[in-house]
């Protein structure tokens, strides 16, 4: 009796291991959402001769989008300080066309596409107020009537400038000469903004340098408005950003806000946002460089590890996960794929030579992504494939605003440095249109 036991108990393990490791020699099963490929598509938009980055602003948008897909971009050219705007239209076909042109320019403009369908345009001067433009229908000239000049205080002016459009109203953040960031808000219409509110309050210091916070990048959702900005504590000397900072307020009351870090690192090292959007569900997704040391300051602190990290937290949740996605410490864009899935990819060159007399034209660029399925628990490889990649020094990537599109594809653009002339302070720049799309 025992003997019939033993023998059935062994051909039952038996079984049980053959059926495991029949289990463990099968593929694994990928999910029907999973992509593993990012194919870009680039097109040469034009060269500018200017004096500053056409992009300069940093992942505030240069691009508009129509709902049937017509393209508007942003050109940036001339000198300092009073350079010029070129809005072209591009094609399906790619054919270019210039609707509409601004002197008297500072900085880049910013380029919002409203629920009518109807681009408005954000523009800073030196000299002047600052002016929000909406154009009309067929964008083929500027409407008049919903002008607006200033920023809602006395002076007008305003430099590195956010802005963003969630329903009838648009949002504009900005640093005065004080260096204090302030927020004002007004209905698309009309022509006068309301009382900005002092968001974080700037130093001037022309020893250890100054205090701000600066380049606002906006994204809604439900009740509230987001902006993420970089904290400079030694600008105008060594114009190092060393800590990333959200800002959260009513749409109802925007002078109700919050704010808070995100991460920060010790003074001398970079920790500086190139992208913020949130996702379809409500995550709230930040990029950003981390670690690279501009200067030391003596004080022996340890140095965070170098990378493109990606911070991630739930609207309604406090606490943010801090993700260290790709090695390189150069700007990263986000882009939302189907079943809540976050790619991360970037640009950036790669010497062919360590030596550091390399001329200029052997310098060629390499695109690298990563993907998580869990909102950054586990991060997967991405491959990246597409026809004429590379392409000299470039830098700068900039989105389209991410949800005014389809899951898995965005548009954005991005530069490459040609030349430099020293002696008058100008560069030649190559401007470029790319499109992103998880397959």
């Known amino acids: 009796m025992k003997s019939t036991i033993k023998y059935v108990i062994l051909c039952s393990l038996i079984c049980c291991v053959s059926f495991e490791y029949a289990l463990g020699a099968l593929p694994e099963k990928k999910s029907k959402y999973n992509s593993d490929t990012l194919l870009v598509s680039i097109e040469e938009i034009d060269t500018l001769h ?5 992009l300069w602003g940093h ?3 240069k691009l508009g989008i129509t709902k049937s897909g017509t393209q508007y971009v942003a050109k940036y050219s001339g000198s300092y300080p009073n350079s010029n705007i070129d809005i072209v239209q591009r094609s399906s076909e790619g054919t270019l066309k210039t609707k509409l042109h601004f002197n008297n320019a500072y900085q880049p403009s910013i380029l919002l596409m409203d629920s009518e369908d109807r681009m408005n345009v954000i523009q800073n001067s030196q000299t002047a107020p600052m002016m929000h433009f909406r154009t009309d229908s067929k964008i083929e000239s500027i409407d008049v009537d919903t002008v607006a000049i200033g920023n809602g205080l006395p002076d007008g002016r305003g430099w590195y400038v956010g802005a963003g459009i969630s329903g009838n109203k648009i949002f504009l953040s900005y640093v005065t000469l004080s260096y204090d960031l302030f927020l004002t808000w007004k209905n698309i219409g009309d022509s006068i903004w309301s009382t900005p509110v002092v968001i974080h309050p700037g130093s001037i210091d022309p020893v250890i340098g100054n205090h701000s916070w600066t380049r606002p990048k906006f994204d809604f959702y439900g009740e509230h408005g987001y902006f993420v900005v970089n904290e400079v504590s030694d600008g105008s000397v060594k114009n190092t950003y060393n800590a990333v900072v959200l800002v959260t307020f009513l749409l109802s009351d925007p002078s109700q806000f919050k704010t ?5 690192v010790p003074q001398g090292y970079t920790a500086f946002t190139t992208d913020f959007s949130i996702s379809p569900d409500g995550m709230l997704v930040c990029t950003y460089n981390k670690g690279g040391q501009i200067y030391n300051t003596g004080k022996n602190e340890k140095p965070p590890e170098p990378g493109t990290y990606v911070a991630i937290r739930k609207h309604s949740k406090k606490k943010w996960d801090l993700h260290r996605v790709l090695d390189s410490p150069t700007e990263g864009c986000v882009l939302y794929g189907k079943n809540n899935s976050i790619c991360v990819f970037q640009i950036h060159p790669k010497r062919e030579s360590t030596s550091k007399n390399i001329p200029v034209d052997l310098v060629n660029a390499y695109w690298s992504a990563a993907i998580t399925y869990d909102n950054g628990i586990h991060w997967e490889n991405v ?8 392409y000299i020094a470039p830098s700068h990537l ?10 898995n594809r965005t548009f954005g653009l991005f530069q490459d440095l040609l030349s430099t002339n020293e002696e008058r302070k100008m560069r030649f720049y ?10």
């Open 398 to 407: 900039q989105l389209s605003k991410q949800n005014a599109f389809s899951l």
């Open 50 to 54: 200017t004096w500053a980055s056409p």
């Open 260 to 264: 808070e870090y995100i991460d920060k």
């Open 59 to 61: 992942h505030l948008p």
């Open 430 to 439: 190559r401007l470029y249109w790319f499109r992103a799309e998880l397959q």
């Open 383 to 390: 491959v990246v494939k597409g026809s004429g990649l590379e």
